[in-house]
């Protein structure tokens, strides 16, 4: 039920709000990578889904783009807006499998480990809305965790992940993240192995046309 999965993150990211950032420190390359590959020219506009505490929306932001950071909780996002030193960056509570824009609004949408904690239905009304306010041709970036190819390591991997991440993380590890990718009209480009493989950047165009 989509009741569950929206008071299940309510409650999850409200107890981490307050300490989501001493995590995110380890992540502060991956961050860097995404905004980078993006390779977008200066003001560009860029919608950044599950926003949190904004470290992925400043990231843009350094290097010279416009961004809206969206995301549920408006626990994270005190924090974000707390944080922001940026007059190019704006954040908003709102449900990226209802986002409040219009078709074809962003240069290019990004989301940074956040598909992994969302059930398959959720994930799938994400991307597809990430590809309607997306410009035809414009890039979709996902940063997320990834099944190494080492059984042995991967297995480990997922016992560390596993007992700190949200409750729809051991399917989406399995999931054919790519073929969903293609599914919602995200044509993948280029993959980037991170976090030692425990993680991939995919970048993506949007299919569609005008």
């Known amino acids: 039920m989509d009741e ?5 993150i ?8 307050p300490v989501y950032d001493v995590v995110d420190i380890f992540l502060s390359g991956v961050r860097r990578k995404v905004a980078d590959l993006a390779d977008m020219e200066n ?15 400043f990231a843009f932001a350094k290097i010279g783009h416009e961004v809206v950071g969206i995301d549920m909780s ?8 707390k944080k922001n ?19 074809s609004r962003f240069d290019a949408s990004c989301i940074s480990l956040a598909l992994h904690e969302m ?15 997306t410009k035809p041709k414009g890039k979709i970036l996902i940063a997320d ?47 980037l192995p991170i976090l030692f493989g425990a993680g991939m950047v995919l970048k993506g165009t949007n299919k569609k046309i005008k």
Do not use: W
């Open 4 to 8: 569950d999965y929206y008071a299940y």
């Open 10 to 17: 309510k409650m999850e990211f409200s107890k981490l709000a």
């Open 43 to 57: 003001n560009s506009r860029i919608l950044d889904v599950a926003t949190g505490t904004g470290k992925q929306a």
């Open 74 to 81: 408006e626990d994270m996002l005190n924090v974000a807006k």
């Open 85 to 103: 030193g940026h007059a190019n960056v704006n954040f908003l509570a709102a449900d990226a499998a209802r986002m409040p824009f219009e078709d």
């Open 119 to 133: 059930p398959l239905n959720i994930r799938e009304k994400v991307l597809s809305e990430m590809a309607r306010v």
């Open 145 to 191: 965790y990834a099944l190494p190819k080492s059984n042995a390591f991967g297995r480990l991997v997922c016992r560390i992940v596993k007992s700190y991440e949200t409750a729809y993380y051991p399917e989406f590890i399995t999931s054919d993240l790519e073929g969903l990718l293609e599914k919602s009209g995200i044509r993948i480009e280029r993959a």
